[in-house]
């Protein structure tokens, strides 16, 4: 029940495609999933997070989707560029007790210039 | 405004061996979180310190332990190394409870051999 599944494992997309990646959870307690970006020897960086009470949010050419019922949420890269090739993590955390993350376990993006 | 900073940022370390990672949190953020994370895996939770007490654990025994000291900077410590503790070890800190995003810093890579 403490499980982000996270999908695909890895994705290539041509430079100015769309980069979609997908994330499904079980505890409905969940209310915050943010979307953090890593490149090589770095940390995690946030790059965009949402709350159940809305079904989209757009931050430049990134957006996350969020099915509620389906309890899956999904982050679109727009026009994505060779600078965004990164590991991608969902994450999901319930404002409650030790607001500790639960990550999925990653997608490793790469958009061919 | 300084991120949070991590040190040292490679350590190398035998079987059995007790180590200390530390971490200062980003200017203004009082809670610090420890990740573990291992090579192609998402980051998982160690534990979280929120004005110097210990403020909920994951799935980790009790060799590691922390400490959050009153300028919110914090340590980890691992004793008894084993193989597995190999991994990246990231920090994160975020502004008192609730939602506040995590802010990471770029980890310290432990390798136990």
């Known amino acids: 029940q403490q499980q982000v599944k996270q999908s695909p494992q890895s994705l290539i997309v041509q430079k100015g495609g769309i980069s979609i990646i997908n994330c499904a959870y079980e505890n409905t307690a969940f209310d915050y999933f943010p979307w953090y970006q890593q490149f090589p020897g770095k940390g995690p960086a946030l790059l965009i997070a949402?709350?159940?009470?809305?079904s989209e949010k757009k931050e430049g050419r990134f957006t996350i989707s969020f099915n509620k019922s389906a309890k899956q949420f999904s982050l679109h890269i727009m026009d994505s560029q060779p600078g965004d090739s990164a590991t991608y993590f969902c994450a999901a955390s319930m404002a409650s007790g030790t607001y500790k993350y639960i990550f999925g376990t990653g997608t490793r993006l790469k958009v061919l210039a | 405004e300084t991120g949070v900073t991590q040190s040292p940022t490679h350590l190398i370390k035998t079987r059995g061996q007790q180590v200390t990672l530390r971490c200062s949190s980003q200017?203004?953020?009082?809670?610090v979180s420890w990740y573990q994370q291992a090579l192609g895996q998402g980051p998982q939770f160690i534990f979280q310190?929120?004005?110097?007490?210990?403020?909920g654990r994951g799935n980790f025994p009790p060799r590691f332990s922390g400490l959050q000291f009153p300028n919110y900077s914090s340590e980890l410590n691992v004793n008894a190394l084993e193989l597995d503790d190999s991994a990246l070890y990231l920090c994160?800190?975020?502004?008192?409870?609730?939602?506040?995003?995590?802010?990471f810093g770029n980890g310290t890579r432990l390798t136990v051999t």
């Open positions: 949402i709350r159940p009470d809305v």
């Open positions: 310190y929120y004005r110097e007490e210990e403020n």
């Open positions: 200017s203004g953020h009082n809670t």
């Open positions: 994160a800190s975020s502004l008192g409870q609730g939602d506040s995003p995590l802010h």
